[in-house]
């Protein structure tokens, strides 16, 4: 089976061939067994007044290989989708100077567009972010999924372990992302090299330039700053979002009254999930950009992890 379709398997709601019926008994299975309130109707895996329990313990769970090539791919290509509206941001979190020359979402976009272009101004950084994206979120869906498990077979809460899930597996990968955050920022935020519409303090010709001077004005340490304010940024974050994403996914199979809730309701639960958690997070999303785009001061000592040098 090629890995294409592997990761399509995800997605699809036929159970293995272990709970398949027996030989001569094409109307017996784990999905039309009765149950006192009323069963599941195996024909589209409806639900019948109302019961849930017997969807949720049953429900198959994909092989933890399946989930983190399922999560990284579809974490990847929202990060790369969204990456012009995340440079928009970040000029506007980031913005030095006064009065801030980005402010509104509308107005931020079309002048990056305009003075910059669409590959250099408003995907500026989209290189590092890509190599932190895919790693980041393979780890963090292996993390979520094998904590997730492991707590709701030990008898624990669900709400909990999916907000336990959430905050571990985000730790978890934020010694991967949280480098390629710092490089994709400033990159975001400078824009085109030699940008002559916007003054950052930065300037790096690209991803492997700018990881070089980082390194030699700042020290390696320099690409963890903010590694504090990320990990309080995104660590609710990511537990708020499973959470809030496993209770809306519950509460739409219950109203659509089957496992598979159809694309308009996955996609509508995953977004006002990101929403909800993002709004409760945003002020530390400030200041977060706000550490990792400041600038050294000249003279300043140069951090290797501990040990100083003077620049």
């Not at 094409?26 to 024909?43: E, Y």
């Not at 990990?231 to 496992?259: C, H, N, T």
């Not at 945003?282 to 040990?307: L, S």
Request: net charge neutral; hydrophobic share 35%.
């Amino acid at each position: 089976m090629s890995l294409t379709s592997r990761v399509f398997g995800l997605f699809t709601t036929a159970t293995s061939d272990s709970t398949a019926p027996p030989a001569g008994d094409s109307h017996t299975s784990i999905w039309t067994q009765s149950t006192p309130v009323g069963g599941i109707d195996d024909s589209n895996h409806s639900v019948r007044n109302g019961d849930l329990a017997l969807l949720e313990d049953e429900e198959p769970r994909p092989p933890y290989l399946h989930a983190m090539l399922a999560g990284g791919t579809g974490g990847t290509c929202g990060d790369m989708l969204m990456h012009s509206l995340d440079t928009v941001k970040t000029r506007q979190q980031g913005d030095p100077t006064f009065p801030p020359k980005y402010t509104s979402m509308g107005q931020s976009y079309s002048t990056i567009y305009r003075q910059e272009g669409f590959c250099r101004g408003l995907y500026g950084g989209v290189t590092p972010a890509l190599l932190g994206s895919f790693p980041g979120t393979v780890i963090f869906f292996g993390v979520y999924e094998y904590t997730k498990r492991l707590m709701i077979d030990s008898g624990i809460n669900p709400s909990i372990a999916y907000l336990s899930g959430g905050f571990f597996a985000d730790l978890a990968a934020s010694v991967v992302y949280v480098p390629s955050e710092v490089l994709k920022t400033r990159l975001q935020l400078q824009g085109r090299y030699n940008n002559p519409h916007f003054n950052s303090g930065y300037n790096y010709r690209n991803m492997r330039d700018g990881f070089r001077q980082i390194v030699r004005m700042e020290g390696f340490s320099a690409l963890f700053h903010g590694y504090k304010a990320t990990i309080f940024r995104d660590l609710p974050f990511s537990a708020l979002q499973f959470a809030f994403y496993e209770k809306e996914q519950s509460m739409a199979k219950q109203w659509v009254g089957k496992r598979d809730i159809g694309l308009g309701l996955e996609i509508l639960t995953a977004a006002t999930a990101g929403g909800m958690a993002g709004v409760i997070t945003c002020p530390m999303d400030v200041v977060k950009t706000r550490i990792q785009t400041q600038q050294k001061p000249p003279g300043a000592p140069i951090r290797f992890f501990g040990r100083q040098t003077l620049c």
